[in-house]
């Protein structure tokens, strides 16, 4: 089974801007920069790809990505809390997950934030 919904398809690369998170210090909220196909490992996790290229920006929609969810919109994330640090009541925040992520509860802490919508393939 899939961990993550790929959503960088070239229709949506064609029609939006798009920003991807980077990671500028561990324990820092997350900067955003434009989507270019020149990838590479970012600095701080070598497993996630940047744009070489930095430009940034201010994204007015999110999409998050999660490992699950429950129906009160409430997100296990991977941990090192970067969307919580970065996401306020003025972002508009979608997670995206597979239906299968789906679970009963998810047990929430004062500085997790609730998505606004959540995006599954069902």
């Known amino acids: 089974m899939p961990k993550e919904i790929d959503i ?3 229709s949506l690369l064609t029609k939006y801007i798009v920003y991807l998170p980077v990671v500028i210090a ?3 909220p997350l900067k955003f920069v434009k989507y270019s196909d020149d990838l ?3 600095p701080i996790f070598k497993n996630v790809k940047e744009p070489k ?3 940034y920006g201010d994204p007015q929609v999110f999409c998050v990505p999660m490992l699950g969810f ?3 919109f409430n997100r296990i994330g991977y941990g090192g809390g970067y969307y919580d640090r970065t ?3 003025a972002h508009i925040k979608v997670g995206i997950a597979f239906e299968y992520m789906r ?3 998810i047990p929430v802490e004062a ?3 609730r998505m606004d919508f959540i995006v599954t393939e069902r």
Request: aromatic fraction near 0%; charge should be negative; hydrophobic fraction near 25%.
């Open 8 to 10: 960088l398809t070239d």
């Open 26 to 28: 561990k324990d820092t």
């Open 40 to 42: 590479e490992p970012g």
């Open 53 to 55: 290229t930095k430009i």
């Open 70 to 72: 429950d129906s009160d």
């Open 87 to 89: 996401l306020t009541a």
């Open 103 to 105: 679970l009963q509860e």
């Open 111 to 113: 500085t997790d934030i």
